[in-house]
């Protein structure tokens, strides 16, 4: 049974600081998700990440796959309040997403 | 601007109540889910189908719970009878290829 993890579970921060959110998972999979989720909303899709060595940026935000060791970063430059949210990763099993459990970000002044 | 929509965006009934969810993917995509979320659980995969077919339902409840499409246009959820437990947000999401896309949301309250 595939199992992905994420820690830390909750992060709070201060605006400028740089942290990086784990995503384990136990199975292979080529294929890696990042979502963020806003109290009360619903789900936006951050990135995709589709093959060993994959990074992406947007704004402050970067992600990268490594599927060697299962393992993808989420990594936060310079935080600003607008980032604070709940932040899923998720693994693609036989066109299943299977998610991880979500970091709950908050960022202040 | 293409998103899934998700009927109704709110619903409160009481135990032992047919309810049913309803869902509009983005016009195109070939494959639906649906999804459930709680604080203790997270977020659950119920059913998906490809095509209108479905493919997976193992994650639902099968003695309450029903998922259809009968149509590319619309997938449905049911739950008969409700139970408290139930109390969920109920998330449909479509996808071409691989990325699925979220809608809104049907925050189901159960009394």
């Known amino acids: 049974e595939l199992k992905v993890e994420q820690n830390p579970l909750f992060l709070s921060m201060q605006e400028g600081k740089n942290y990086t959110i784990y995503c384990n998972y136990s199975?292979?999979?080529?294929?890696l998700y990042w979502y963020r989720q806003d109290p009360g909303k619903s789900l936006e899709s951050l990135f995709v990440l589709l093959s060993n060595g994959a990074v992406k940026q947007e704004g402050r935000l970067m992600a990268s796959l490594d599927t060697k060791a299962r393992l993808s970063t989420l990594h936060i430059t310079a935080a600003v309040h607008d980032l604070s949210a709940t932040y899923f990763c998720a693994v693609e099993n036989t066109d299943k997403l299977i998610f991880g459990t979500g970091t709950r970000l908050q960022v202040f002044p | 601007d293409a998103r899934v929509t998700q009927t109704p965006r709110h619903k409160v009934t009481e135990m032992g109540q047919e309810v049913t969810m309803r869902c509009q993917p983005i016009?195109?995509?070939?494959?639906v889910f649906w999804y459930r979320q709680t604080m203790m659980q997270g977020l659950e995969l119920l059913a998906y189908?490809?095509?209108?077919?479905?493919?997976?339902d193992s994650g639902m409840p099968k003695d309450r719970f029903s998922a259809e499409m009968p149509d590319a246009t619309l997938a449905t959820l049911k739950i008969q009878p409700s139970e408290p437990r139930d109390s969920a947000v109920y998330f449909c999401?479509?996808?071409?290829?691989?990325?699925?896309?979220f809608g809104p949301g049907t925050r189901l309250t159960v009394l």
């Open positions: 199975t292979t999979s080529d294929r």
């Open positions: 016009l195109g995509h070939n494959t």
């Open positions: 189908f490809r095509n209108r077919a479905p493919l997976d």
């Open positions: 999401a479509s996808g071409l290829n691989y990325e699925q896309f």
